[in-house]
């Protein structure tokens, strides 16, 4: 059974800090792999998509993924109180994607 | 482009009773996943659809099933309601090609069985 295993939270870091949300995932097979934000009420937004080992870096969002050690990681540069959020991290395999249950990020100003 | 539309927004019904949940993807996208979300299980794959056929399937009961029409929209229907089925209902579309496409969420259906 395919699992993605996240932290909970809440993370919780002030203002301006680096936020640093990790995933674990069990199926080696994996494609491709999500960070969406999910505010309270409201759907899951798309932050990025990785595809390759390495990091991806978008404004103040740097993806990580490390396939071998079956790893994925969001780093939020200059945290804001709007960035708090759950994060869910999603691994897709032939077109389905499998979601871990999310951290919640807490950015106190 | 406009993105993922979800009718309805929210709905109450009672146990036994079915319902019919529609997604309209966005313009393009021939793509679309259905997802239950609740507090305790997250956000859990139902099925997906492509080309007006059923690709993926979640592991859930044979009273959750769905259907895409040639235009891309989608239906979900749950029959015989149980209180265990109140959540939030989420359709995601993707353009699909090349597989592992990003998908992209529609706002939700709450659902609430009482």
């Known amino acids: 059974q395919k699992e993605v295993e996240q932290n909970s939270g809440p993370l919780s870091v002030p203002e301006g800090a680096i936020a640093s949300l990790n995933c674990t995932y069990s199926?080696?097979?994996?494609?491709?792999f999500f960070w969406y934000r999910q505010y309270s009420g409201k759907s899951p937004e798309l932050i990025m998509f990785i595809y390759s080992n390495g990091d991806k870096e978008d404004g103040r969002f740097t993806a990580q993924l490390n396939k071998a050690s079956q790893y994925v990681s969001l780093l939020i540069r200059d945290s804001q109180p709007s960035d708090s959020a759950t994060y869910l991290c999603a691994v897709g395999r032939y077109s389905t994607l499998t979601f871990g249950k999310g951290t919640m990020l807490l950015v106190s100003p | 482009k406009a993105g993922v539309t979800q009718t309805p927004r929210y709905l109450i019904k009672t146990r036994g009773q079915q319902v019919t949940l529609s997604c309209s993807p966005i313009?393009?996208?021939?793509?679309v996943s259905w997802y239950q979300q609740t507090p305790g299980q997250g956000l859990q794959f139902l099925f997906e659809?492509?080309?007006?056929?059923?690709?993926n399937k979640g592991n859930f009961p044979g009273r959750f099933s769905g259907r895409q029409f040639s235009n891309s929209r989608s239906e979900m229907n749950v029959s015989t309601l149980e209180l265990g089925d109140s959540a939030l209902y989420l359709c995601?579309?993707?353009?699909?090609?090349?597989?592992?496409?990003?998908?992209?969420f529609g706002p939700g259906t709450r659902l609430l069985v009482l």
């Open positions: 313009s393009g996208h021939r793509s």
């Open positions: 199926d080696r097979g994996s494609q491709s």
């Open positions: 659809y492509f080309s007006e056929t059923q690709r």
């Open positions: 995601a579309s993707s353009l699909a090609i090349g597989g592992g496409e990003t998908q992209y």
